[in-house]
């Protein structure tokens, strides 16, 4: 399982560039299934799940600090994000969060966010990239750390059919040697008809 402990207190850069290394090398959301409390997909994010994933707070999460209570909102009643986890588990969690709770707060919205996921619980790369670069904004970061994220978007796939295109656009390329660089008494492959050609004055040439 991923995880990240600072061996001291990090900036808010430094916080929002190890987020985007535990989304470039995350599997997906750290959900689970729930009716009682469920998203629309009836999916609730967790800190830890029974697959072994974490959600990115969680990623921040020392294992000798989680305490399953973290994840059974019934406990509080001010909900279980990361504001609530301050506020409650104090003596758990890192000393820095309540220094970077925004940040983790607006961290944890990217991951919960069910726009940012594919059908499966996998990340949507394309739209996790900009909600990573609209968080960097949004706090003032500098967002080049975001590229571990977007290096992950599926690259188009180049088929059989996509082949053949590129091979008919190869061969009916019009020569592109430049005008002035021919001898005007060559007709080259795919020339316009001598009639329909512009004058050229060439040196030395009628």
Excluded at 63 to 71: A, I, K, L
Excluded at 125 to 145: K, M, P, R
Excluded at 159 to 173: P, S, V, W
């Amino acid at each position: 399982m991923l995880r990240h402990t600072f061996d001291h207190t990090p900036t808010a850069q430094e916080v929002f560039d190890q987020a985007c290394v535990f989304f470039a090398n995350s599997e997906g959301p750290s959900a689970i299934k729930s009716a009682r409390r469920g998203t629309s997909n009836g999916y609730d994010c967790v800190y830890r799940n029974p697959d072994g994933r974490v959600c990115v707070a969680g990623y921040f999460l020392p294992d000798s600090s989680y305490d399953d209570e973290m994840d059974d909102p019934e406990l509080f009643t001010d909900g279980s994000d990361v504001r609530s986890l301050v506020k409650h588990f104090s003596d758990k969690v890192p000393s820095w969060f309540g220094k970077h709770v925004d940040l983790l707060k607006q961290l944890q919205q990217v991951h919960d966010d069910e726009t940012n996921w594919t059908h499966d619980r996998h990340w949507d790369y394309t739209q996790l990239t900009g909600s990573l670069i609209f968080t960097a904004d949004e706090f003032g970061l500098n967002h080049a750390a975001v590229q571990q994220v977007r290096s992950k978007i599926p690259k188009p796939e180049f088929t059989a059919q996509d082949e053949q295109l590129l091979r008919e656009l190869q061969h009916d390329c019009i020569d592109r040697t430049p005008w002035s660089s021919r001898d005007p008494r060559v007709v080259h492959r795919r020339d316009p008809a001598p009639a329909l050609r512009p004058a050229l004055k060439v040196p030395g040439v009628q």
